[in-house]
């Protein structure tokens, strides 16, 4: 989700559902430690809950990077062991460290110690296997690993990642889902918390995923159709407040656009994009999405622009 879930995004989606758990982009250990750490860290007090997740393979920069998580005050720290991008393998993290259980055991082990007794949870993404390698055992070994280093929570991408071969959108596409090796973790591993992840559209998949794990996590379909996390509060946390509509969260969305501009010079297409998918499957919806588009009004006001997409709506 790099340049997607960025804090503009969460802020967003932050409008249609209270209770989901929202996640970062990867931010990679090196960025933070040796770069803008406000730029990469800092969020919206109302994203909260938000994890951060982190990219990178050496423990004692995981755990430097889970202390800024800390002191910046993100609810989980999240390790990703799912990326299959060869940017990603060139810097030895992301999916090619599932060959690797004990340095991801390591890394948890120092993250946690970096967190304290007590702290926010340090939790492990990872795919069911790498190429072509698609015994339950090694998905299993690799859990089990991790799991006593003392990590609780793991979020499974229910397909192999295929380090050499495949684009990551292939990687998201070609592997086969096979959502039955992350029921089978939570059958063996009964203590943990088992969220499952990967091809995930409707909120009747989720429910019959529930059955069998513990959480779903939903990535792009979410991004896409961010209308569809609108009942989500009261469905999965019977929270039952009034649902918003489209047009207080785009209301909404500008108010807080007027507000990074003002404050940071942001340009409000930048904060934008991010909610083009708001109005999906409703008269007038690509009319709406080429205005907010439409980089020859980025000199106007949010509030301007938005007048004139309500008005191809009428």
Not at 88 to 103: D, I, S, Y
Not at 104 to 121: F, R, S
Not at 195 to 209: I, R, S
Not at 229 to 248: C, I, K, L, S, Y
Request: glycine share 8%.
């Amino acid at each position: 989700m790099l340049d997607w879930t960025d804090a503009h995004c969460r802020y967003f989606h932050r409008l249609i559902t209270r209770h989901t758990r929202l996640y970062t982009e990867m931010v990679t250990t090196g960025a933070l430690i040796h770069g803008d750490v406000p730029r990469h860290l800092r969020f919206n007090p109302e994203e909260h809950p938000l994890a951060l997740q982190l990219g990178g393979s050496e423990p004692a920069d995981l755990a430097q990077a889970a202390r800024l998580g800390v002191q910046w005050g993100y609810d989980e720290i999240n390790l990703n062991c799912g990326c299959p991008s060869e940017r990603v393998q060139r810097g030895a993290f992301g999916a090619c460290l599932m060959a690797e259980p004990q340095l991801v055991a390591d890394g948890v082990k120092a993250m946690l110690d970096a967190v304290g007794a007590g702290g926010i949870p340090v939790t492990v993404k990872h795919r069911i296997g790498i190429d072509k390698v698609e015994s339950y055992a090694f998905v299993r070994d690799f859990v089990g690993t991790v799991a006593q280093a003392g990590c609780q929570v793991f979020t499974v991408h229910a397909r192999n990642a295929w380090l050499k071969g495949l684009s990551p959108k292939e990687n998201r596409e070609v592997p086969p889902l096979r959502y039955e090796l992350a029921h089978r973790l939570k059958t063996d591993f009964p203590s943990l918390t088992i969220v499952v992840n990967g091809g995930l559209t409707t909120t009747e998949q989720m429910h019959q995923q529930l059955v069998h794990v513990d959480g779903v996590m939903v990535g792009r379909e979410a991004y896409h159709n961010p209308w569809a996390m609108v009942g989500w509060d009261a469905q999965f946390w019977g929270d039952n407040h009034p649902q918003p509509t489209r047009e207080a969260v785009e209301e909404a969305m500008v108010a807080y656009m007027d507000r990074q501009t003002a404050a940071h010079g942001t340009p409000w297409a930048h904060m934008a994009r991010h909610m083009l998918g708001l109005r999906n499957g409703t008269p007038g919806a690509r009319r709406w999405r080429q205005v907010w588009s439409d980089h020859r009004l980025k000199g106007l006001p949010a509030t301007e622009v938005m007048a004139r997409a309500r008005q191809v709506l009428t």
